[in-house]
C-alpha cells in the first residue's frame, strides 16, 4: 500500500475541483488543533476565516484534541483569546476523555485518580465528580534513593492517568508506578501516545507518547488509551450532534492519530501538511495511514471554494 | 516450556546435593549487584563471607551491573565502605560499556555525548576521553512551553546516552529528543531496561527502562543497549579473565538480563531469590527464561558446600 501510487487507497490532493465534492457530502468538520488550528499560541493562516465562512454555511464544528494539558472550559478560552468563538461543548480534548472514561466504567466515587499531567487532567476530573491527587502540585516534589526512607502512596489510587507533563519528574514516576503495580487493579490510562507535539510555534516537543511510555516502560503494562486514534470520544460527539460517521471530515495534521481515528469512526478524511506530518512522511512507502484528500492548511478550503 | 515441569528446561533448586557439581566446574562466579549483593546501601546477609570462601577456593569474581548512575571507580569504593575488597577492574558497569561502546565503534572525539543519567556515566565517558553533557547538572534546569523561545541544543552532540536518573526532567527529555531527531546519525544508546531496581532496600523503584522507554516514546526509535541482557560486555571480561564463558557462573536476581545475559554468552545460570524475581514469577507458565539452578541467596552456595 502507498498513498502516492495506489490508485485504490491513493489519497487526493485537495484543489478546486474535489473541494466541492467534500463540502457538500459533510455536515460536521472535525478539526484537531495543534498543527491544524493553531501551533502554540500562535493561530495558523486564515483559520478564523475558514471556520466562520462553515459556520455561515450551516457546517457543524468540533474539536478534536489529544493535548490533555487544558480543560474543555481551558480550551474554550483559548479560543475567545485567539479570537474564535468556539463554546466548551463544541471541544473534545483528551483531558474530558479520561474522565469520561472513569464516568462511563463506573469508577468507584471513594477511589482516587493520581495524574501524570497538567491542570486539565485535574479539573475535568474535578468535574465529573472524581478526586484527583498529583499533577503540577507534585512537579515540585522530589523522591531522592536514599536508604531507609519508605515512598509512600495513597492505597486508595484506583487509577493513574497519564498525559503530557512538563513537570515530569522522578517522584511521579515513582508514585503511579507503585500505584499500577501495587493497588490491585488500578488502571493505567493514557489521554494519548502521540510522541512529539508542535507545544510551541517554534519547534516540537515531547508528547504524552513519552510519559506513557515512561509508565509502560517501569510497570511493563499496556495503558488504556482514551484519546485519539481510539475512537473512545466517537459516542460523545454522535450523542451531542446526532450526525452520522459518514457525513463528517476529521481534519488533522497526524497519519497515527487523526487520520487513524478519522478512518475507525467512518469519517472523511483531510491531512493538513501545517503540522508535524511532511508530503514526504505521507507518501513515504513505509506508511500505510492514507487520508482521503490532503493540503497544506485548512484555508485551502476556504480558498478552493472560492467567493 | 516451563521452568518447573518440563524435565528439559526445568530449573534446578540448588541443594547440598548439586551445589559441589557447579562449584567444581566453574573457575569464575559474575555477580548482578543489585538484588544479589546488597539491596540500596545494605549487605544481603551472607554475602561478604560467601565471596571470600570462593576468593579462598581460587575462583575468580567479576561484579557485573547495570546500574549506571556509579563509575566503576564509585562501585569499587561501595564495595570497600561495606567492607568488601573489590578492585575496579573486576567490576563491569552500563556506564562503563556506554563509554566502552563509543570507544570500540571509534565514536569521534570531536562530538559530544548528552547523558540522561547520573554521574557514573559523565565519568566513565570522560575516563574514555570523550566530552559528556547534561546529567546531573541538567536536572536543576526547568524548559518550560513558552511561546516564541526557542530551544537549544548543541548540533555537535553525537550520541545521547541513557541510563537510570532519578533527577529526570522536561529539559533533558526535550534536550536528548531534539539531539536524536535533528542530529545527522546520532546514536540512542541505552545503558540498560531494566523496568525497575531494588535502588533502597525497602522497595522497588522505577529503574533505566523508564527513562528509555520515554526517549524511545518521543524519537520512536529503537536504542543499542549495552548492558544486560546484551553480551556486549563480555568481550571485556573475557580479554580481562581468559576464561571461556562455559567456565563461568552468572548469579543475579533478573530473569530478563542476568540470566538472559548468561545463557546468550554461554555460560552456567545461577538464579538468587533475594532481590526482584520470586519463585512464582520463575515458575510461571509465561516465563520463557530458565535459569540452570535457583536459589534464595548467594550465601547459600557456601552453607551448601559446608564446611
Redesign the interface.
Known amino acids: 500500500m502507498n498513498c502516492k501510487t495506489e490508485a485504490t487507497t491513493a489519497s487526493q490532493l485537495l484543489s478546486p475541483q474535489n473541494v466541492r465534492d467534500l463540502f457538500d457530502s459533510v455536515d460536521a468538520f472535525l478539526f484537531d488543533c495543534d498543527g491544524v488550528i493553531w501551533k ?3 493561530l495558523i493562516d486564515g483559520v478564523p476565516q475558514t471556520l466562520e465562512m462553515l459556520r455561515s454555511k450551516g457546517k457543524k464544528l468540533m474539536f478534536v484534541t489529544n493535548n490533555s494539558t487544558k480543560s474543555r472550559r481551558q480550551y474554550a478560552k483559548k479560543f475567545h483569546s485567539l479570537g474564535i468563538a468556539v463554546s466548551e461543548d463544541e471541544i473534545f480534548s483528551s483531558s474530558f476523555a479520561a474522565a469520561m472514561f472513569l464516568k462511563v466504567n463506573d469508577f468507584p466515587r471513594e477511589k482516587k485518580v493520581y495524574v501524570i499531567g497538567e491542570d486539565g487532567i485535574l479539573e475535568e476530573l474535578e468535574l465529573a465528580g472524581f478526586t484527583g491527587l498529583g499533577g503540577t502540585e507534585d512537579g515540585k516534589k522530589t ?9 509512600e502512596h495513597d492505597k486508595s489510587v484506583g487509577a493513574v492517568v497519564v498525559g503530557l ?6 517522584y511521579k ?2 508514585y503511579g ?2 500505584c499500577i ?1 501495587e493497588n490491585p487493579g488500578c488502571l493505567f490510562i493514557a489521554t494519548n ?1 502521540d ?2 507535539g508542535h ?9 504524552a ?12 503494562k499496556e495503558p488504556i488509551v482514551v484519546g485519539k486514534p481510539s475512537t473512545f470520544l466517537m459516542d460523545f460527539l454522535l450523542q451531542k450532534f446526532h450526525i452520522t460517521t459518514s457525513k463528517m471530515c476529521m481534519v488533522g495534521d497526524r497519519l497515527d492519530t487523526d487520520i487513524l481515528f478519522g478512518q475507525s469512526a467512518g469519517c472523511r478524511t483531510l491531512l493538513v501538511l501545517s503540522g508535524v506530518t511532511t508530503q514526504s512522511t505521507l507518501q513515504d512507502p513505509s506508511n500505510h495511514v492514507c487520508p482521503e484528500y490532503y493540503t497544506s492548511k485548512v484555508s485551502d478550503i476556504l480558498e478552493f471554494l472560492g467567493p
Open positions: 502554540g499560541d500562535k523522591a531522592q534513593l536514599k536508604p531507609d526512607t519508605l515512598f507533563d512538563q513537570y515530569i519528574n522522578y514516576l515513582q508506578t507503585l503495580r501516545r510522541a512529539v507545544m510551541t510555534e517554534l519547534q516540537e516537543w515531547p508528547g507518547g513519552c510519559m506513557v511510555a515512561a509508565i509502560r516502560g517501569s510497570t511493563q
